[in-house]
T-cell receptor, first 113, second 119 residues
């Protein structure tokens, strides 16, 4: 089955700096890679996703890059703000997996004002 | 769009009682719903996958007689924790996905979670 590893487990940055979270996956058949943001006591919220037919996707301050050959994808947050502080999870799945996601272990991002 | 609700948001129950948690997709039809359990500072652990009108598929190690899942409609799934014990205390999260087929949208959206405390 799929295995997703996420690094780092914690990340502390100064407000305004950039933050990068990296994930690797094991199943080359995986073709959909969402990122979720989870605030304390709440459910995960989909913030951006990428499919295997593209290498990069951007939405305002967040971007995701995908390297299919190396089987890794990354989340980039620029101009970080204190409200970006949360736990971020990457995930991977394959079309026919019935939408079942395999999650990374999560990254706790702390943005210091 | 793509809103998933859960009810209740938190519940405290006594050991031995049963608790039902509802998960609803409010603005789309979810052919598949998932139930997760999350321990503090850990990732999401998939408990089971349920498809509308059929029996749920449980992950290894999850007791199906203890965690009863019903997916009666395309917008509602329920998780019942039967004969709850303190070790069942956790954060339970559901998610809803659209049907997965090549070329179609298959994002998965999560509910806000239910904090269960068993005393």
């Amino acid at each position: 089955g799929e295995n997703v590893e996420q690094h780092p487990s914690t990340l502390s940055v100064q407000e305004g700096d950039s933050a990068v979270i990296k994930c690797t996956y094991s199943d080359s058949a995986s073709n959909y890679f969402p990122w979720y943001k989870q605030e304390l006591g709440k459910g995960p919220q989909l913030i951006i996703d990428i499919r295997s037919n593209v290498g990069e996707k951007k939405d305002q301050r967040i971007a995701v890059t995908l390297n299919k050959t190396a089987k890794h994808f990354s989340l980039h947050i620029t101009e970080t703000q204190p409200e970006d502080s949360a736990v971020y999870f990457c995930a991977a799945t394959f079309n026919n997996a019935g939408n079942m996601l395999t999650f990374g272990g999560g990254t706790r991002l702390m943005v210091k004002p | 769009g793509a809103v998933v609700s859960q009810h209740p948001s938190w519940v405290i129950c006594k050991s031995g009682t049963s608790v039902k948690i509802e998960c609803r997709s409010l603005d789309f039809q979810a052919t598949t719903m998932f139930w997760y359990r999350q321990f503090p500072k850990q990732s999401l652990m998939l408990m089971a996958t349920s498809n509308e009108g059929s029996k749920a598929t449980y992950e290894q190690g999850v007791e199906k007689d203890k965690f009863l899942i019903n997916h009666a409609s395309l917008t509602l799934s329920t998780l019942t924790v039967t004969s709850a014990h303190p070790e069942d205390s956790s954060f339970y999260i559901c998610s809803a996905g659209t049907s997965g087929s090549l070329g179609s949208r298959y994002e998965q959206y999560f509910g806000p979670g239910t904090r269960l405390t068993v005393t």
